[in-house]
């Protein structure tokens, strides 16, 4: 089994090793892709060193699964030669997602979108994956009607340049700053470029992925992301409102029965989901559970998750799994 990865030494490439390591992925061979720079320097993986080769190195060894984290322009360029060659190619840019051939999967909720002739599949966006996860076993049983989304999104959602603004102001030093505005003790309703219709990239993300994974192209969605001076996990305010009535207890055993997902609700005992705790883990964090009062058949949900891991680098892996288990790649 060759596994590539492509952008392995940035924050979810290195996640992405960190995850094949601890889930026992079957890596018989791997290939390790980075910049021009990078070529020749080594990564470890499995306590041994591997040696960063070129993308043209990598597609000439016809890896079976690639695990892309370089950018919506390099993954245009170079996942169709890999797919050429019988690679299956899995893209964490959002460079595929709206295509309508390219399945856009989060596992626990629409991996039977996925056929053995997709060679690219899209990963979703950090905040849309945590997103369905924790909605899609309510929405099996109620039907969403409209949902209202605001984000706290990590710095790290950005790269390591947004880490390395928060240690410069924390520090008062100077820094080559990748956001507009300071991110220490501050909050930016900005996450990505502004659209024409004033909602960012990131706010557009959300709304039309969600349509595509729940195949409800009409489904009523808005959104405000906003960037938090935290180092992992996302956390969402998540305002949803059904076609049917539900019971709160109802709604906490699906949850709790649900896959990927943990409930921690006990707000009198201070228990709630925090992107300190969610760090490092790969399950989706509910709680808050509650009925909007204001509306009918309306609940309020608080969503975190460790956007590396599962809204990213673990979504992935899970993908490559599933194509193995089901005879995809042998």
Not at 51 to 73: H, K, N, R, W, Y
Request: glycine share 6%.
């Amino acid at each position: 089994m060759k596994i590539a990865i492509i952008g392995v030494t940035g924050l979810v490439g290195q996640t992405m090793l960190k995850i094949l390591y601890e889930r026992q992925f079957p890596v018989d061979e791997l290939i390790a892709v980075a910049s021009e720079r990078s070529v020749g320097k080594t990564i470890q993986f499995k306590q041994k060193a591997i040696t960063i080769v070129s993308m043209e190195e990598a597609i000439a060894q016809s890896p079976d699964i690639v695990l892309f984290s370089a950018g919506g322009s390099v993954s245009r360029q170079y996942a169709p030669r890999f797919a050429e060659k019988g690679s299956y190619v899995i893209d964490n840019s959002s460079a595929w997602r709206m295509e309508n051939d390219v399945p856009l999967v989060v596992p626990e909720v629409n991996a039977k979108a996925l056929s053995v002739q997709n060679r690219i599949i899209a990963n979703p966006n950090c905040s849309t994956i945590q997103l369905v996860v924790a909605l899609a076993p309510l929405h099996a049983v109620f039907g969403i009607h409209r949902i209202v989304i605001s984000t706290y999104q990590s710095i790290t959602g950005t790269g390591q340049s947004a880490v390395n603004q928060l240690i410069a102001e924390e520090n008062k030093e100077k820094s080559s700053n990748i956001y507009p505005h300071a991110i220490h003790r501050n909050c930016l309703p900005h996450c990505d470029i502004f659209g024409e219709n004033d909602y960012s990239r990131e706010e557009m993300k959300l709304i039309r992925e969600t349509r595509k994974i729940f195949a409800k192209p009409a489904m009523h969605l808005t959104a405000t992301a906003v960037r938090v001076p935290v180092v992992g996990g996302h956390s969402e305010s998540v305002n949803v409102e059904f076609k049917t009535d539900f019971d709160i207890l109802q709604v906490r055993q699906i949850l709790e029965k649900a896959d990927g997902i943990l409930v921690e609700d006990a707000p009198h005992e201070n228990i709630y989901p925090m992107p300190i705790t969610a760090n490092n883990r790969d399950e989706v964090f509910v709680g808050r559970i509650r009925r909007d009062e204001s509306q009918a058949n309306t609940l309020n949900m608080w969503i975190v998750a460790d956007n590396l891991r599962k809204g990213a680098a673990t979504n992935a892996v899970q993908i490559a799994e599933y194509l193995i288990k089901n005879g995809f790649v042998n």
